[in-house]
């Protein structure tokens, strides 16, 4: 398996130049941007060497063995996309459009795989190995269907199948089932999300602090996503292109655990500023338009209104930040927050404290209920 994965690497990164030079020199199925361009189709050369970053290093691991084929998968799809698109009207063109509407097919069954084992590749319980299987049976069901279908969809129109197909019943069973298997898809996709969750939710320890990466990756996404159907051209439009770029990043982290407890410093901040900003927009924005509703009988412009607006979410920054930072503390933090309160009060009462041996028994309580030790002793050098 490794010796494959090792030849897969290669063939992706050649397959992800070949979609890039088509692109660059107009023959792509898309407009070529530099920036997204390279940057969409760099993804999977990266995912597949990072993959077998995994398989090397966790050969029992399932998860490099997947981020493998979700990479090939889609350099697959591109190259062939954009290949057919370059030989357009020829018989190769009808090939390579069914050779890529199978490997989307194959990118998103292995996504929802990845869903399924991530993190230590094994499934969360035996009763979801008949999803396990769908997912793996479902490419080659489709492949069936498609050489089986007299005409299969092509650049958005119906094409004969460039394969030759069946001609009968056998056929049109064929032609009839390939739409409807969107459904089903579908269906297994969120079924692996839910095994996604109640895995989350089920964790703890270390295997708990892997899919809070995976989970951060992903609420991400979906955050980015909604940005961008709001206002496609807004600039959260280049993070919806760099974010899905992540996903092996942080798959890599979580699986190999370099760095793994920074997720929950990297949340806390996400929460603090993220909040903190929408905060101070909202008041910059409701503070313009207060202003000027209140100035327009006496000025026509809104400039005093933007200055305004502006000197009061510059003096209002640290103390919204405090005060959003103390809210998420105490609501997803609370172990940490009580701490800080326990410390804030033993710091009071050691302004005032002058008997060592009551001070000696606060300290250990203090420890006590702020780290949890094991064992706690204090030691008084005499002088």
Not at 183 to 201: D, F, K, N, V
Request: proline content about 6%.
């Amino acid at each position: 398996m490794i010796t494959l994965m090792w030849v897969a690497v290669p063939v992706t990164a050649a397959l992800a130049a070949l979609s890039v030079w088509l692109s660059a020199t107009g023959y792509g199925s898309h407009d070529f941007d530099p920036f997204t361009g390279v940057l969409l189709r760099g993804w999977c050369p990266v995912m597949a060497s990072l993959g077998l970053l995994i398989a090397v290093r966790r050969p029992a691991n399932r998860i490099g063995a997947l981020l493998v084929a979700l990479a090939l998968a889609g350099s697959v799809a591109s190259a062939a996309g954009d290949s057919s698109h370059a030989l357009s009207g020829s018989t190769w063109s009808s090939v390579l459009g069914v050779i890529e509407d199978l490997a989307w097919v194959a990118l998103v069954t292995s996504i929802g795989l990845l869903l399924i084992f991530f993190p230590d590749g094994r499934l969360p319980s035996p009763r979801w190995r008949p999803l396990a299987w769908a997912l793996i049976v479902y490419p080659p069901v489709t492949t069936v269907l498609d050489l089986l279908a007299p005409t299969t969809m092509h650049e958005g129109r119906l094409a004969p199948n460039p394969f030759g197909g069946v001609v009968g019943p056998i056929g049109t069973l064929a032609e009839m089932l390939l739409p409807i298997l969107v459904l089903p898809l579908a269906a297994l996709l969120a079924l692996a999300s839910t095994a996604a969750i109640i895995g989350l939710r089920r964790s703890h320890g270390i295997e708990r602090q892997q899919l809070k990466w995976f989970a951060y990756a992903a609420l991400l996404l979906g955050a980015t996503l909604i940005l961008d159907l709001w206002d496609p051209r807004g600039p959260w439009s280049v993070l919806f292109n760099i974010v899905p770029l992540t996903f092996p990043v942080v798959i890599t982290v979580a699986i190999l655990r370099h760095r793994l407890y920074d997720i929950d410093v990297l949340i806390n901040r996400t929460l603090v500023y993220g909040a903190t900003t929408a905060t101070l927009v909202a008041t910059y924005a409701l503070g313009v338009l207060a202003v000027h509703a209140l100035l327009r009988p006496f000025t026509q412009g809104n400039e005093l209104a933007v200055a305004a607006s502006t000197l009061a979410v510059a003096a209002l920054v640290q103390p919204v930040r405090r005060r959003i930072q103390s809210a998420v503390d105490r609501r997803f933090y609370r172990s940490r927050y009580d701490a800080a309160r326990i410390v804030d009060t033993f710091a009071l009462r050691l302004r005032d404290e002058v008997d060592l041996d009551a001070l000696r028994v606060q300290l250990i309580v203090v420890a006590r209920d702020t780290m949890q030790p094991a064992h706690a002793t204090v030691w008084l050098r005499r002088q």
